[in-house]
């Protein structure tokens, strides 16, 4: 069977050269070989994240990154901020209660962004560690502005560390982590950095590393502190790390820096733009609020109460795959990503298919 196209919200399409690479032949991870890979990669990430402070790779998911931010960012007898619009915010939160950290939960409606005033709503309260904060809700299609966001924090309430999930926008959008004064961005392999899944990577803020140090029982897997020393001793990583996905990451961060950001954030920005015009010429409705649609996914509201379980099928059957809605909005929303190796020749490949659908 001839592979099929994935138009779903991770995981993404692998380009040939950066599947090939986890073919190359494998080195023990304490060996110099690898030394050289791995010492290799973090100049180039902070390129793509837009960073001069730190960054980390671990061998798991995006949700891994989430447990190692509360983890290290939340003192005993202090509280998180989990802000809640969709169905990784809620994740966000859950994890945040599963590590035994106080949680102060706000409920955003799905399709509406978390704004500045529903933050400086709750931080006023006081006695706050931290916010949490969804980037691009991929359950949603809703992309938060965080720079808005990160201000309102940083005047009002210094000393709250900033936690931000990139998982579905970091490379495929102008993140500008340093500028915001973010203090861990985390994000995973499978989404716009079209890698396939099993790595997470964060940035982190000198800020977060110096309050990690104030947090007993960070754990030993996602402790940061523990990364950090690794790294700044030339040992790698702590725990064995996954040598041939990160063979695969050192090929596709050469891909992205040689096409640019700036023309890779344009990629993803034309894509959103055709598949907006699409739904809206063909009778849908956009489920986020007007002006905040992510640039990576878009969730699209089924005005016309298409069957889409047979549309995904109908496309799945000329070869290729888009997503039904996340939970709650599965059959009222369906989801069509333009992210990673995607383009506009790509979309109206898909749309020409979607056409035919709805045509008959």
Same mark, same amino acid.
């Given at each position: ?102 949680? /102060? ?58 936690? /931000? ?7 495929? /959008? ?57 790294? /700044? ?128």
């Amino acid at each position: 069977m001839p592979p099929k196209k994935l138009f779903i919200p991770g995981p993404t399409e692998v380009a040939p050269a950066v599947l090939q690479a986890q073919t190359r032949p494998m080195v023990g991870h304490r060996s110099r070989e690898f030394a050289d890979l791995f010492y290799s990669i973090p100049p180039r990430l902070k390129q793509v994240l837009l960073t001069d402070q730190h960054v980390y790779i671990t061998a798991s998911s995006g949700t891994g990154l989430q447990e190692m931010a509360v983890r290290n960012a939340v003192r005993p007898g202090r509280k998180a901020l989990n802000m809640v619009a969709g169905a990784f915010g809620d994740r966000w939160q859950k994890v945040s209660v599963a590590n035994g950290k106080e949680s /102060v939960r706000v409920e955003i409606p799905w399709g509406q962004p978390i704004r500045p005033q529903d933050v400086d709503d709750h931080l006023a309260a006081g006695g706050f560690d931290a916010i949490t904060i969804v980037h691009n809700e991929t359950s949603t299609g809703v992309m938060s502005d965080v720079g808005a966001v990160a201000r309102l924090v940083r005047e009002k309430y210094p000393d709250v560390l900033i936690l /931000v999930d990139a998982v579905s926008s970091a490379s495929g /959008v102008r993140i500008p982590f340093d500028d915001w004064g973010l203090d861990m961005m985390l994000t995973s392999s499978q989404k716009a950095f079209a890698l396939p899944p099993g790595l997470a990577f964060a940035a982190v803020s000198d800020r977060m590393l110096a309050r990690a140090a104030e947090v007993p029982h960070r754990g030993w897997y996602f402790d940061l502190l523990l990364l950090e020393k690794y790294l /700044v001793a030339g040992k790698t990583t702590p725990a064995t790390p996954a040598i041939s996905l990160l063979n695969a990451l050192d090929v596709q961060l050469d891909r992205i820096l040689a096409e640019g950001l700036e023309n890779r954030w344009a990629r993803h920005q034309r894509s959103m733009a055709l598949t907006h015009a699409w739904a809206q010429k063909n009778g849908f409705e956009l489920f986020p609020a007007p002006g905040y649609e992510s640039r990576t996914v878009t969730c699209i509201r089924n005005t016309r109460g298409v069957d889409v379980p047979a549309m995904i099928a109908f496309a799945q059957e000329r070869g290729m795959i888009i997503g039904n809605g996340y939970g709650k909005l599965k059959n009222e929303t369906f989801r069509i990503a333009h992210m990673g190796e995607l383009g506009p020749a790509d979309m109206q490949a898909l749309f020409a298919v979607l056409n035919e659908f709805l045509d008959e």
